[in-house]
T-cell receptor, first 115, second 110 residues
Framework: KAGVTQTPRYLIKTRGQQVTLSCSPISGHRSVSWYQQTPGQGLQFLFE???????NKGNFPGRFSGRQFSNSRSEMNVSTLELGDSALYLCASSLAQSGRGYTQYFGPGTRLTVL | KNQVEQSPQSLIILEGKNCTLQCNYTVSPFSNLRWYKQDTGRGPVSLTI?????NTKSNGRYTATLDADTKQSSLHITASQLSDSASYICVVSDDYKLSFGAGTTVTVRA
């Protein structure tokens, strides 16, 4: 069974630009969660999608948005990039909503660098 | 506010030795607690998930304990190997949202 895939793996952007990251969950998984990880902050929850609906949202500005498609694939968009957005962005998939004891499987992440 | 605190922040152990990582939480209501292992540059991997009724759960050389009364959990690594060098993250769920600890970085030296 293929694992969670994220594309692209590495990305370099400049301030003010926007970026779209993609996540393909494990087949059959309906929940996708997104996280930002920086050395100083650890894993910070962005949002979770389940059955194409955003079920949960972390404390990030509106510049961060996402969506989920009918095949459970998910995209995350960051507009008007700032230097502080440089981070590893991880997505995780699970059979159902992540809070309910279902194992989350993480992808390898997308390393975003904002110059 | 739901919080998860891990200690120590980092530790160094010699190969073959045991170590124990701590996790204290204030998440309420409590649904489940997970431990993840994250190797440098990779996504976290689930080690264990425990619910309220489970006191101990093992995954190979990793053993997690849970005391829901005192809201504490520990992860014990037995006979450490170089491949155990990683960050270990404690995550607590209230059945709706996950709260993450900052992680403990373990370095195993030969």
């Amino acid at each position: 069974k293929a694992g969670v895939t994220q594309t692209p793996r590495y990305l370099i952007k400049t301030r003010g630009q926007q970026v779209t990251l993609s996540c393909s969950p494990i087949s059959g998984h309906r929940s996708v969660s997104w996280y930002q990880q920086t050395p100083g902050q650890g894993l910070q929850f962005l949002f979770e999608y389940f059955s194409e609906t955003q079920r949960n949202k972390g404390n990030f500005p509106g510049r961060f948005s996402g969506r989920q498609f009918s095949n459970s694939r998910s995209e995350m968009n960051v507009s008007t990039l700032e230097l502080g957005d440089s981070a590893l962005y991880l997505c995780a998939s699970s059979l159902a909503q992540s809070g309910r004891g279902y194992t989350q499987y993480f992808g390898p992440g997308t390393r975003l660098t904002v110059l | 506010k739901n919080q998860v605190e891990q200690s120590p922040q980092s530790l160094i152990i010699l190969e073959g030795k045991n170590c124990t990582l701590q996790c204290n939480y204030t998440v309420s209501p409590f649904s489940n607690l997970r431990w993840y292992k994250q190797d440098t540059g990779r996504g976290p991997v689930s080690l264990t998930i425990m619910t309220f009724s489970e006191n101990t759960k093992s995954n190979g050389r990793y053993t997690a304990t849970l005391d829901a009364d005192t809201k504490q959990s520990s992860l014990h690594i037995t006979a450490s190997q170089l491949s155990d060098s990683a960050s270990y993250i404690c995550v607590v769920s209230d059945d709706y949202k996950l709260s993450f600890g900052a992680g403990t970085t373990v370095t195993v030296r030969a």
